[in-house]
């Protein structure tokens, strides 16, 4: 399967593969396994998506924001891999932190942005194991963030 081609066909635009504004790594390869450090929600202009989720955003803008955290791992990926996401055998793991009220129980539906692109994307091999956690703030007072395992070829 070719993932680039995956992402032309869903019309996908990827952002900006940002640097870490701290004392961090964007990935890091050991071995087969290459990891993408937390990526923030920031809609397609760049801007920070925020606030809670349950409060400030429903679960729909929830799982948009996900989704835009899903395309900054495809980013750092890319950057990582030269180009070239024939190098990515499969996705491993995704967390998933949502900034959301302590009543809210839809993380999972939320998280589920990052998780649809990223099996859209790369077919059988983007089927991840997951975890999404209910947080009382992310950094910035971003609604979503998400980190990332991906094996290598």
Sequence with gaps: MNYQE????????????????????????????????????MNEKGELIKGKIGKDLDVESGYDAAKRCGLSIISQIMKACNNDLRKIKSCVKLTGFVNSTDDFKDQPKVINGASDLIANVFGDAGMH???????????LGVAVEIDAIFELN
């Design 129 to 139: 194991t997951r975890a999404a956690v209910s947080v009382n703030s992310l950094p």
């Design 6 to 41: 995956n992402l032309n066909k869903l019309n996908l635009k990827l952002p900006e593969a940002k640097a870490p504004v701290g004392n961090y790594v964007a990935t890091k390869i050991s071995g087969k396994m290459l990891f993408v450090s937390g990526q923030i929600s």
